[in-house]
C-alpha cells in the first residue's frame, strides 16, 4: 500500500440531483486533513484498482473532511459507476493530498464564474471563499433542467451571505436558452477574473470568447481531453535518473510503454487533465495532448503529461 496516500472514511453519501451524489470524506481516525486552497482535487484510488480526479467543493478553511461531487455518467470509463453502485457509507477509500491546477485568485476584484452541470463542484469552493474574503461576483450557471442541477440551494445561500449574484438557467425546459457566453465576458470588468468549469463545447466556447483578455485573468479546468491521446509511437524515450531507453510502439502511449516496461510511475486520469503523471522534460520536442498545462508552458516543451502526450522527435529524454 502507498503510505504516501491518506486513508478517508465515507462519512456521508447525499443525493443532490438526478445521477449525482456528494460524498463526505473523514480520515480514518477522525484526524485533521491536509489542507487544501479553493478549487483543488483529490485523485481517488477505488477498489476496482481505477483512479479519478474530483473536485473538492466544501469550505477550503475546513480541515476534518472534503466534500466532493461524482455524477454517475453514462458514458463512464468505470469510476463514477463504481462510486454509484459499490462505495457505501462506511467504506474506506484512499486518496492522494489536494491539488490545485484551477487555482482562486483572491485578490481585490470582482469574479465572475461560469459553469455547467457537474462543473459547478469546483466553483462552489470559489464562491465560499469569495463570500468568506467578502469579494464581489457573479455566477452564471446552466443544467439541462432543474432536477439535473446539484447544489442549488447552497448557491442561493451563498448569494445571500455574501456579494454576488446568480443567473441559473435550465436550457432543456421550455423557454430555456444556453448562456450567452460572448455577451458575460464582453460584460465583465477588465479587472475581473473569469472562470470556467463545465462540458467540452462550453469550454471551447468560453476560450474563444475570452480570446481578447489578459490570460492571467481567465481560468479553465477541463474534466475530459480536449484532443486524442498520442499513440502513433515511433519514437524512444530514454528515462534519464535510470539510463534506460524504451521504445514506444504504435499504439502505446508514454506511459502504456513505460508500464509495459515494468517501470512504476505515478498516474491517475490517463487523459491528461489531472496533472498525477507530470514530467520534467530534459530534451526533445513533446506532443503535447493534454488540459492541464497551459499554452505557455506547452510551448515551452519543459513538462509533459505521459499518459496522453508524444513526441515530435525522435528521441524524448524525460527526469526518470
Same mark, same amino acid.
Given at each position: 500500500?502507498?503510505?504516501?496516500?491518506?486513508?478517508?472514511?465515507?462519512?456521508?453519501?447525499?443525493?443532490?440531483?438526478?445521477?449525482?451524489?456528494?460524498?463526505?470524506?473523514?480520515?480514518?481516525?477522525?484526524?485533521? $486533513?491536509? *489542507?487544501? /486552497? &479553493? #478549487? %483543488?482535487?483529490?485523485?481517488? +484510488? @477505488?477498489?476496482?484498482?481505477?483512479?479519478?480526479?474530483?473536485?473538492?467543493?466544501?469550505?477550503?478553511?475546513?480541515?476534518?473532511?472534503?466534500?466532493?461531487?461524482?455524477?454517475?455518467?453514462?458514458?463512464?470509463?468505470?469510476?463514477?459507476?463504481?462510486?454509484?453502485?459499490?462505495?457505501?457509507?462506511?467504506?474506506?477509500?484512499?486518496?492522494?493530498?489536494?491539488?490545485?491546477?484551477?487555482?482562486?485568485?483572491?485578490?481585490?476584484?470582482?469574479?465572475?464564474?461560469?459553469?455547467?452541470?457537474?462543473?459547478?463542484?469546483?466553483?462552489?469552493?470559489?464562491?465560499?471563499?469569495?463570500?468568506?474574503?467578502?469579494?464581489?461576483?457573479?455566477?452564471?450557471?446552466?443544467?439541462?433542467?432543474?432536477?439535473?442541477?446539484?447544489?442549488?440551494?447552497?448557491?442561493?445561500?451563498?448569494?445571500?451571505?455574501?456579494?454576488?449574484?446568480?443567473?441559473?438557467?435550465?436550457?432543456?425546459?421550455?423557454?430555456?436558452?444556453?448562456?450567452? $457566453?460572448? *455577451?458575460? /465576458? &464582453? #460584460? %465583465?470588468?477588465?479587472?475581473? +477574473? @473569469?472562470?470556467?468549469?463545465?462540458?467540452?463545447?462550453?469550454?471551447?466556447?468560453?476560450?474563444?470568447?475570452?480570446?481578447?483578455?489578459?490570460?492571467?485573468?481567465?481560468?479553465?479546468?477541463?474534466?475530459?481531453?480536449?484532443?486524442?491521446?498520442?499513440?502513433?509511437?515511433?519514437?524512444?524515450?530514454?528515462?534519464?535518473?535510470?539510463?534506460?531507453?524504451?521504445?514506444?510502439?504504435?499504439?502505446?502511449?508514454?506511459?502504456?510503454?513505460?508500464?509495459?516496461?515494468?517501470?512504476?510511475?505515478?498516474?491517475?486520469?490517463?487523459?491528461?487533465?489531472?496533472?498525477?503523471?507530470?514530467?520534467?522534460?530534459?530534451?526533445?520536442?513533446?506532443?503535447?495532448?493534454?488540459?492541464?498545462?497551459?499554452?505557455?508552458?506547452?510551448?515551452?516543451?519543459?513538462?509533459?503529461?505521459?499518459?496522453?502526450?508524444?513526441?515530435?522527435?525522435?528521441?524524448?529524454?524525460?527526469?526518470?
Amino acid at each position: 500500500m502507498d503510505d504516501t496516500l491518506i486513508q478517508l472514511r465515507v462519512k456521508q453519501i447525499t443525493f443532490e440531483a438526478e445521477r449525482i451524489n456528494s460524498y463526505t470524506l473523514h480520515a480514518v481516525g477522525d484526524g485533521e $486533513l491536509p *489542507a487544501f /486552497t &479553493a #478549487g %483543488a482535487h483529490i485523485d481517488l +484510488h @477505488l477498489g476496482n484498482g481505477m483512479v479519478r480526479s474530483y473536485s473538492l467543493l466544501n469550505d477550503s478553511r475546513e480541515r476534518h473532511r472534503y466534500v466532493v461531487g461524482i455524477k454517475h455518467d453514462a458514458a463512464s470509463r468505470g469510476g463514477s459507476t463504481f462510486v454509484h453502485t459499490a462505495l457505501k457509507a462506511g467504506d474506506v477509500v484512499r486518496a492522494t493530498a489536494p491539488r490545485n491546477n484551477f487555482t482562486f485568485d483572491e485578490g481585490n476584484h470582482p469574479s465572475v464564474f461560469i459553469a455547467g452541470g457537474i462543473g459547478i463542484t469546483p466553483i462552489l469552493s470559489m464562491l465560499r471563499r469569495a463570500v468568506a474574503l467578502q469579494r464581489p461576483w457573479q455566477l452564471h450557471y446552466a443544467s439541462r433542467t432543474r432536477c439535473d442541477a446539484p447544489f442549488l440551494e447552497d448557491i442561493a445561500r451563498l448569494a445571500h451571505d455574501g456579494q454576488g449574484h446568480s443567473n441559473i438557467l435550465f436550457d432543456h425546459e421550455p423557454g430555456g436558452a444556453p448562456l450567452d $457566453l460572448g *455577451a458575460i /465576458t &464582453a #460584460g %465583465a470588468p477588465p479587472e475581473a +477574473h @473569469l472562470y470556467c468549469c463545465g462540458p467540452l463545447p462550453m469550454l471551447t466556447a468560453f476560450e474563444t470568447a475570452v480570446a481578447n483578455r489578459a490570460r492571467p485573468t481567465v481560468h479553465v479546468e477541463y474534466f475530459s481531453p480536449k484532443a486524442a491521446a498520442a499513440t502513433d509511437g515511433g519514437f524512444e524515450v530514454r528515462l534519464e535518473k535510470s539510463g534506460r531507453t524504451i521504445t514506444v510502439q504504435a499504439g502505446q502511449s508514454i506511459l502504456n510503454a513505460l508500464l509495459d516496461a515494468g517501470i512504476a510511475v505515478s498516474y491517475a486520469c490517463g487523459e491528461g487533465t489531472c496533472g498525477t503523471c507530470e514530467t520534467k522534460v530534459l530534451d526533445g520536442i513533446p506532443d503535447h495532448r493534454d488540459v492541464y498545462l497551459d499554452d505557455a508552458e506547452h510551448a515551452a516543451n519543459k513538462q509533459v503529461m505521459i499518459c496522453c502526450s508524444g513526441s515530435k522527435t525522435p528521441l524524448l529524454v524525460l527526469d526518470i
